[in-house]
C-alpha cells in the first residue's frame, strides 16, 4: 500500500554555494558540468571532451597572501584552467576579486626554467543573483583584454564571464545558458520540472539535484551553510547597530569642540599653541584648528 500522504521532496537551491559545489564539483557528475560550460562559453567543443577537477584552493606565492579558494575549478583537454564561482548575496569589490583569482591561477602555472608559451588560458565564471555590470541589460558578459579605442586584442590568456541570474527576462532567448540560469534561479519543484521538461542536459541535472535533496549528508551540508550565514547576517546587524550609536556619541562629542573652536579661542599665542596641539592630537583638520585658534597653516605644520 502506497503512502500517499508522503511529504514532497524539498529540493535544496542549486544557487547556493554548497549545493552548486556538490552538484556540480563531483567526479560523477562530469556530465552535467560539461553541458553547463557548453552553454557559456566559446569554446571548440574537443575543450570539453576530456575535463579534470582540481583543488579548488590557490596555491599561496608566500605566507602572507591571501588563501583562495574556488567553488569549482577544473582543467580542459586543452589545458583551459577554469574557475566557476556562484554568489547570491551582493559583495563589495567582487570585479577586483575575481580579477586577483584570474591572475593567481595563472601565475601559478608557471613553474622555475618554463617559458611563457607554456601559460594556458584562465577564465573564470562568476554567476551572481545580483547585478554586477551596473550600465547593462546583458546578463551575459565575457571581458578580455582589448584596446580601448580600436577595440583590438591585446591577448586571450585571461577571460572573465558575468552570468548575472538577476537579469535574465522572464521570456526565454532560446539560449542554452539562459536555460541554465534559470535552473540555477529556481527554488520550487514545479519551476524545476518545467525547465527540464524538454532539456535532457537539464532533466539529468535537476535528477542529480533530487538525489542530492533527499542525501542526509548533503542536507546537513547545507543547513550547516545556512546557519553560518544566519550567524553572519546576525553579527553584522549588531556591529552595525553598535557602530552606528557609537558614531552618533563620537559625532556629537566632536560638534562639542568644533563649536568651541569655531568660536575662536582667545589669549596668548602660548595658549593658542597648547590648544591647536589638542585639536590635532583628536584628529580635527589642520584647516578646522587654523580656523578656531587663529594660527595659520604654516604656523601649525610647525608644531
Known sequence: MTNDNKP???????????VFKLLFGDDRNKEILSDFLKSALDLPSGDFKVITLIDPHLKRE???????????????????IINIEIQVLEQEELPERITYYNSKMLVSQLKAGFDYDTLKKTISIIITNFDIIKNSAEYHHVFQLHDKKTGEKFTDIIEINTLEMSKIPEKSDNTDVYNWLKFLK?????????????????QNAY???????????AQMVYEAREKARRDDNARYRFSFNKGKNEGIIEGERKGIIKGKIEGKIEGKIEEKIEAAKKFLAMGLSVEQVSKGTGLSVEELGRL
Open 8 to 18: 514532497p521532496i524539498r529540493i535544496l537551491p542549486p544557487k547556493v554555494d554548497v
Open 62 to 80: 608566500s605566507i602572507d597572501d591571501k588563501l583562495s579558494i574556488l567553488d569549482v575549478k577544473l582543467q580542459t583537454e586543452g589545458g583551459k
Open 186 to 202: 529556481a527554488e520550487r519543484e514545479e519551476e524545476f520540472e518545467m525547465i527540464a521538461e524538454n532539456n535532457p542536459a537539464i
Open 207 to 217: 535528477n542529480e539535484l533530487k538525489r542530492l535533496s533527499q542525501d542526509e549528508e
